[in-house]
């Protein structure tokens, strides 16, 4: 396969689509900001999982939490006890390790502070026993950093659902099953980030909590599995490079009766993209408890009450993101020359359309500025009257814009233009009027 993550990331900053964080003081490790193409394009991550939610079905409401919450909300969620990875370090170099990293990669790691006569070789590091590390960020609320206003960055989206399940049941005019979707930011301490945006300490989830009567957890543990599946395929990931991995039984936490995960084939080898758990009734239950507050549903038809049971598909966004540029990256033999392209589905490219004149001259511009015109707010379009055409064409490749329009000295009398596929690159003859209703068409369909 052609694709490594050096190649990602070098085109991500060559193209302006993420770069490292704070790159002029020397960048800080695993941050990362997402420039002008890199925001569109997670942005067309989050929004089709928004509408795989809310606008492709009718059972689930929409949640924007704090990210600050009350410290109580993390010791009822057992993250303050539990939330810990097992970490290691070397007492000569100081260096970090995730206990369960380490055993994943390598038997030893050449420690670098001690003397060893060939570069790459010597002794191992001197790791000490694994110990607890909570993965949380904590802050203080307030100008007095004491005890009581300790609070914590949150590390996922989800508690911030479970809290708001009496607010939602008061006004959504819902009963089980229905669903509480969120997208937002999560935070987590990690002692290993790393593979570009895969693991980060600052990133995006898509999570959502489907609530549901006991008895039928199992039914939609079963659907949301093969509902998220195939909202990757759906967007263009290649079903050879997609699987449902089922948790063996020492993986599952405690209090789950069965968590798969979608999982990629990243130049890394399988990972995690998504987990979809069947929580049973733990986190209603264990904000009931901790707040005192009932959470729970009441029929007033049958007079039925119960707490239900929850199956939740987490997601990440900047992963998901990762994985649809890995997917979609390609490099072909052209005339003899590499092409680069990614082939990103039409409604996840950061641009749709862009607008070519042939030459800076002659009309052109002015009726390549028109057609513009005619598509903005309808779709992201982009303007490039600036060098060969050759080169254009390789740079909306790179950017992975699914079209390009062309204006030539034919369209001044014809009115038409050539509109290029930018993964067949065959050029058809398009009327300038049909543009827009024909463009509109191919994104839908
Ligand atoms: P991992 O095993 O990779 O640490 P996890 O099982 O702890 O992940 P969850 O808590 O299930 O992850 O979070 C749901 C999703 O959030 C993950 O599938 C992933 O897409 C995303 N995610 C979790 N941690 C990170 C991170 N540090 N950086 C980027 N995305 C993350």
């Not at 060939?118 to 949380?136: K, Q, S, V, Y």
């Not at 039409?346 to 004149?357: D, G, I, N, Q």
Request: proline share 6%.
């Amino acid at each position: 396969d052609v694709v490594t993550m050096d190649k990602i990331v070098a085109l991500c900053k060559r193209r302006g689509f993420i770069f490292a964080s704070s790159e002029i003081y020397g960048g800080l490790g695993s941050t990362y900001d997402y420039g002008h193409y890199g925001v569109l394009l997670k942005t067309n991550v989050k929004n089709e999982w928004w509408r795989a939610m809310l606008q492709e079905r009718d059972d689930i409401v929409a949640l924007d939490s704090a990210i600050l919450q009350h410290p109580d909300v993390w010791k009822a969620s057992g993250h303050l006890a539990g939330f810990t990875d097992p970490m290691v370090d070397c007492r000569t170099c100081k260096a970090r390790f995730r206990a369960d990293h380490i055993a994943e990669r390598q038997p030893g790691i050449v420690c670098p502070k001690k003397p060893s006569k060939l570069p790459g070789e010597g002794p191992d590091c001197d790791l000490t026993e694994a110990r607890d590390f909570n993965l949380m960020f904590k802050t203080n609320v307030g100008p007095v950093e004491s005890t009581s206003s300790v609070a914590y960055l949150r590390p996922e989206t989800a508690q911030g659902i479970f809290i708001n399940f009496k607010n939602v049941m008061s006004f959504a005019r819902k009963k089980p099953p229905f669903g509480i979707a969120q997208v937002g930011k999560s935070f987590r301490n990690e002692i290993t980030p790393g593979n570009f945006i895969f693991r980060t300490r600052e990133f995006e989830q898509m999570e959502m909590e489907f609530f549901v009567p006991p008895s039928e957890a199992p039914h939609w543990y079963e659907t949301w599995k093969q509902e998220r599946f195939d909202w990757y395929t759906r967007l263009g990931i290649r079903p050879a490079g997609l699987r449902l991995r089922e948790h063996d039984a020492d993986e599952l936490s405690h209090y789950s009766s069965g968590t798969a995960d979608v999982e990629y084939l990243f130049p890394i080898g399988w990972s995690e993209l998504e987990g979809i758990a069947n929580r049973g009734d733990f986190d209603l239950s264990a904000h009931a408890a901790e707040s005192r507050t009932k959470l729970e549903y009441f029929d007033p038809g049958s007079g039925e009450r119960y707490v239900p049971h929850v199956i939740e598909p987490a997601a990440g966004a900047d992963r998901a993101t990762l994985a649809f540029l890995v997917d979609a990256y390609d490099e072909e033999q052209v005339d003899g020359e590499l092409r680069t392209v990614l082939k990103l589905h039409p409604r996840l490219a950061p641009v749709k359309v862009a607008v070519l004149p042939l030459v800076k001259k002659d009309g052109q511009p002015e009726v390549a500025k028109e057609i513009v015109q005619a598509l903005r707010g309808l779709m992201q379009t982009e303007y490039d009257e600036g060098g060969a055409i050759g080169k254009r064409y390789r740079r909306q490749d790179e950017i992975g814009t699914p079209w390009c329009v062309t204006v030539d000295h034919e369209t001044l009398t014809e009115r038409t233009v050539t509109l290029r596929d930018r993964d067949s690159m065959t050029q058809e003859r398009v009327a300038i009027d049909a543009l827009p209703a024909l463009l509109a068409g191919k994104l839908a369909a």
